[in-house]
């Protein structure tokens, strides 16, 4: 027999108490598990990321480019500009003479390739407003299935939340929640048709801008040309000025770049594209920091400490009695 101190607690016993009562404790691991197994069935099934490669033009479609940016950088706009020299001995001194010089202009058109297009096309893709927008056009999240117009919306924006443009070893990807698209190769094909029609439009709006620059320019030559003659009493001045205003509007500059412009692919609705999305590359992994088999382990410990204060605090209930 033992004697012991009151304050003083045998671990031997509670652990032979423990024992004993061991159904107690696996009844309570049971019942964590349980809990846990209901709780992780309310929830939303863990995230499936989908990976799928952005791929550039191909090296056949770049060179039809490089015809394009050939012809439009050999059709810089020419300008006019006086060059005043002296006469030649023979003549009257300290007269002057006027004479007409091409000069080539500063404005020009970019340069088209493979590394341009695709990165308009990963610009287009980055902006969340562009998303929501291809979001709310492919009908993917549909507005009837939500009770008000804001939740409709922060549905939307979460969406386009979750679409991510991340590189791998200087590959291009784009990274999607597939738990909110139930088509995602559908879903992808839009988003590859429209972002490739965003950039067409861009680049056509580019286009129409330096077709507006370029007339703009040629109509300022136009009018300080007229502006001089109708001040210059000088006949010499005059016969040069009138052949300035002659080059001037005879330039078919404007007329021979919108030529090359609408042979171009980029006015080519059919067969334009900036950059394709490879669905057959799509790779899905799990998104879950925490695996079952750590929550379930969390739980079994919790039920066996649980099951363990309540052995022990009946044992102790018991021995008052």
Do not use: M
């Not at 500059?253 to 980029?266: D, V």
Request: hydrophobic fraction near 40%.
């Amino acid at each position: 027999s033992k004697t012991l101190a009151k304050d003083e607690v045998d671990l031997v016993d509670l652990i032979l108490v423990i024992w004993k009562k061991k159904l107690y404790v696996i009844f309570f691991i049971i019942i964590s598990f349980i809990l846990v197994f209901f709780n992780q069935s309310t929830k939303e099934t863990a995230k499936v990321i989908a990976i799928t490669e952005i791929n550039p033009i191909t090296v056949y479609d770049e060179a039809k480019y490089k015809i394009f940016n050939s012809v439009t950088n050999n059709l810089n706009p020419n300008y006019i500009i006086e060059t005043t020299s002296k006469k030649s001995q023979n003549e009257q001194k300290n007269s002057n003479y006027t004479s007409l010089k091409i000069k080539n202009s500063s404005l020009t058109i970019n340069d088209i390739n493979r590394d341009f297009l695709l990165d308009f096309f990963i610009d287009v893709l980055s902006d969340k407003d562009n998303l929501s927008n291809f979001i709310k056009k492919s009908d993917v999240i549909k507005e009837e299935n939500y009770s008000s117009k804001i939740e409709y919306e922060k549905a939307i924006s979460n969406l386009a939340l979750s679409i991510n443009l991340i590189k791998i070893n200087k590959v291009n990807f784009i990274k999607i929640n597939t738990n909110a698209v139930k088509d995602l190769e559908n879903f992808l094909n839009f988003l590859e048709k429209e972002s490739n029609l965003h950039v067409q439009i861009k680049l056509n709006e580019l286009f129409n801008n330096y077709i507006t620059y370029a007339e703009a320019l040629n109509s300022f030559e136009i009018e300080d040309v007229e502006a001089q003659l109708s001040v210059t009493s000088t006949e010499s001045l005059k016969y040069n000025l009138e052949r300035r205003l002659s080059v001037l509007r005879s330039n078919k500059h404007i007329k021979r770049i919108q030529t090359i412009f609408n042979s171009s692919p980029i006015s080519n609705i059919n067969y334009f594209y900036a950059a394709r999305i490879n669905f057959n590359s799509t790779s899905y992994k799990v998104e879950d920091n925490i695996s079952y088999k750590i929550i379930y382990l969390v739980a079994g410990i919790c039920g066996a400490i649980f099951g363990i204060f309540f052995v022990l605090i009946a044992n102790a209930i018991k021995e008052r009695r």
